[in-house]
């Protein structure tokens, strides 16, 4: 059974960074492609970014590229979301996820494809 726990959250001004981490138990960690996903109070899950199993290939929607990157240490079983220059339109649950590596990479950007959550961390800018 695959786990993932994040962590990192937390409330910061406007421009501030932080790092948000999610560790994976329960099965070999590159078995899987790694996600980050958030939730705006009253709406789905929209997609932030994701890494392939081998860390080759990343991809991240117009709204977050060049302030978001995602990385992974296989040594670690973790996946982390590096998010510089915060945004109050940031403010969302931040969620972690993981899609079976023999999908094809993209589609680990529909959550519907995803099969397993993290149980999700806040992070709130203020202005």
């Known amino acids: 059974q695959v786990q993932l726990v994040e962590s990192g959250g937390g409330l910061v001004q406007s421009g501030d960074s932080l790092r948000l981490s999610c560790v994976l138990s329960?099965?070999?960690?590159?078995?899987?492609?790694m996600g980050w996903f958030r939730q705006f109070p009253g709406k789905e899950r929209e997609f932030v970014a994701i890494?392939?199993?081998?860390?080759?290939?990343?991809y991240y929607p117009d709204s977050v590229k060049g302030r978001f990157s995602i990385s992974r240490d296989d040594a670690k079983n973790t996946a982390y979301l590096q998010m510089n220059n915060l945004k109050p339109e940031d403010t969302a649950v931040y969620y972690c996820g993981a899609t079976p590596m023999t999908l094809a990479f993209t589609l680990a950007a529909n959550r519907d494809f995803v099969s397993y959550w993290g149980q999700g961390t806040q992070v709130t800018v203020s202005s």
């Open positions: 329960g099965r070999a960690f590159r078995n899987y492609i």
């Open positions: 890494i392939s199993w081998a860390g080759d290939r990343t």
